[in-house]
């Protein structure tokens, strides 16, 4: 495999958005104006067991999530996660999930580092993938 490990490699991170189905078009299109110029968009299953939500809650609710994978400057970092933190009010139990990873190596998607570093994101998409 062809990785690369460099300054700029060092100068990014990897935010994941765990959110139920059909929020993450709408997080991604935020995300954008807020400096994630790549974003990733998987569909994900819960692996709670359905019958809990029956049990406890009372309601028959199947567990389709989104996964947004966002790579983002650091310094767009905080703002970034803190708005799309209470648009999707994530903050809340049962609303999904987010962290954040170190990139220290990457393949692919190697344009991202021709970005000025100070445009808060591109109006070009990523090739491949289920992409916004």
Do not use: C
Not at 13 to 28: A, L, Y
Not at 45 to 70: C, F, R, S, W
């Amino acid at each position: 495999m062809n990785s690369t490990a460099t300054k700029s490699a060092q100068d990014l991170k990897m935010v994941f958005f765990v959110v139920p189905k059909g929020m993450g078009t709408k997080i991604s299109k935020e995300a954008r104006k807020l400096g994630a110029a790549r974003r990733v968009i998987l569909l994900a299953h819960g692996t709670a067991p359905k019958n809990i939500y029956l049990d406890v809650l009372g309601i028959d609710y199947e567990p389709e999530k989104e996964i947004l994978m966002m790579l983002v400057r650091k310094k767009h970092l905080r703002n970034l996660v803190d708005q799309l933190t209470t648009m999707s009010h994530i903050d809340k139990p049962g609303h999904g999930i987010a962290f954040v990873i170190d990139v220290n190596h990457h393949a692919g998607w190697l344009n991202f580092l021709q970005i000025p570093e100070d445009a808060p994101g591109d109006d070009k998409e990523a090739q491949g993938g289920n992409h916004e």
